[in-house]
């Protein structure tokens, strides 16, 4: 623990150190810079005492996703800030080098002066995440994208060709203030018109009280003729606070659980149930959360007890290192799993089609979108809300519409 603290500290003294650098190059007038170092030194300090200040009984609150958030505003950049002058210390270094030992000029100073304009195109590149997270907090975490993904696949019964299946996952209702936007993801989600709607995990992020106040909304989930149905994410077991007592944390889990019931999505805990159309049918399939870091409470193989391999199955599981780690090498063949969990650490870049890379892909192999391994597939929602940062850039919310079709795989 020592080490990690001394470390951060370390880290932390050098991102201010060349943060200063930069701005000592720019500013002539010694009043800034000595406010610009009490600024930055009474931040340190507040963030400090907030951390100090967390109650573990209570979990997040918008108040410490409002300070996770100005945090990131202000050492993001930073960060950004200092890459940019260690990169020309590199340069300087190597310059200095340069003129002592070959060229042999030691008249000179080893180290040359610090170019204005590095230190301008520092604080240029740095305000694009100061800009950007400006813009998750206020517009990206309610901008919802629909994203509609057709999967084809040789055994699908041929009644189910064109069927269609709106996936919402990691709803997060806890961290939402902005009732006309949820109305709004609602009606999106509604005008999908599709065949069964499911939703993959956390409807919460502690508390069952948190979605109290969005029943209402959640409820305007129009019926769907083959059902609606969930199964329970990390955030539903209630992990991440000190309880009083077993009693208070069984009683908030068997609540989290009757809220999915209340907004009408049949709840799969480790077993199936076969959606039927024209005389044919698919097994729907839903199990707790499986982590490879968290929980390990899915049980694969008593959801599909009674299952063959060559059932077509669509599975529901939370966390996508269980596709990674079981589901894809399972002998029963499970054709489809829908997860989420990951919200592609609602921070990245997506060019659809092109280019897509956030710090998730460094956690989880299958962090966002569609993958496949021999015929199987697995896709993972981007998330309906949002978690500790109050906000999204370039990875939006997402709700995704699934159509399954009869035919070669096409990824």
Same mark, same amino acid.
């Given at each position: ?28 007038? !010694?009043?800034?810079?000595?406010? @610009? ?51 020309? /210390? ?16 030691? /008249? ?7 170019? !204005? ?40 019964? !041929?009644?189910? /060709? ?63 003729? @083959? ?21 208070? +944390? ?6 989290? +659980? ?22 044919? +049918? ?12 968290? +929980? ?5 193989? !008593? ?7 060559? /059932? ?66 697995? @896709? ?32």
């Amino acid at each position: 623990m020592i080490i990690v603290l001394v470390s951060f500290f370390l880290f932390w003294g050098a991102v201010e150190w060349f943060s200063f650098q930069a701005l000592r190059t720019l500013l002539k007038r !010694k009043k800034m810079l000595v406010l @610009y170092q009490a600024v930055s030194l009474f931040l340190a300090v507040y963030f400090i005492y907030s951390i100090s200040q967390f109650d573990r009984s209570v979990g997040q609150t918008r108040k410490t996703m409002l300070v996770l958030g100005f945090a990131l505003m202000v050492y993001l950049p930073k960060i950004v800030l200092a890459i940019v002058m260690l990169t020309e /210390d590199f340069f300087r270094v190597g310059k200095g080098s340069v003129n002592y030992l070959v060229k042999k000029k030691k /008249d000179q100073p080893f180290f040359a002066s610090r170019r !204005k304009f590095v230190s301008q195109m520092g604080l240029g590149l740095a305000s694009v995440p100061f800009l950007s997270l400006i813009y998750g907090i206020f517009e990206g975490k309610y901008n919802f994208k629909v994203i509609k993904q057709r999967i084809y696949f040789p055994d699908l019964p !041929k009644e189910f /060709d064109g069927f269609k299946i709106t996936q919402i996952s990691d709803v997060h209702s806890g961290s939402f203030d902005n009732p006309e936007k949820i109305n709004y993801a609602i009606d999106l989600v509604n005008e999908q018109d599709s065949d069964m709607i499911l939703f993959t995990g956390d409807i919460v992020n502690t508390h069952a009280k948190e979605m109290i106040p969005w029943l209402g909304a959640f409820n305007r989930i129009k019926e769907h003729k @083959y059902g609606k149905y969930s199964v329970l994410g990390n955030h539903d077991y209630g992990e991440y606070v000190t309880w009083p007592s077993e009693k208070d +944390k069984a009683a908030n889990f068997q609540a989290i +659980k009757d809220l999915y019931g209340q907004i009408d999505f049949k709840l799969l805990l480790n077993e199936h149930t076969f959606i039927e159309k024209g005389g044919q +049918k698919i097994a729907l399939v839903g199990v707790e959360n499986w982590g490879h870091n968290f +929980k390990k409470l899915g049980d694969i193989n !008593k959801a599909s007890q009674g299952l063959t391999k060559e /059932d077509f199955k669509v599975l529901m599981s939370h966390d996508p290192s269980h596709w990674d780690y079981i589901v894809q090498h399972h002998e029963k063949n499970f054709h489809l799993t829908l997860s989420g969990h990951t919200h592609g650490m609602q921070f990245g870049i997506e060019i659809p089609g092109y280019f897509k890379w956030s710090l998730a892909q460094y956690v989880y192999k299958q962090w966002a979108g569609l993958y496949e391994n021999r015929g199987r597939f697995v @896709y993972v929602n981007r998330g309906f809300g949002f978690h500790a940062y109050s906000g999204r850039v370039g990875i939006m919310p997402e709700i995704t519409v699934i159509e399954l079709k009869k035919g070669n795989n096409v990824v």
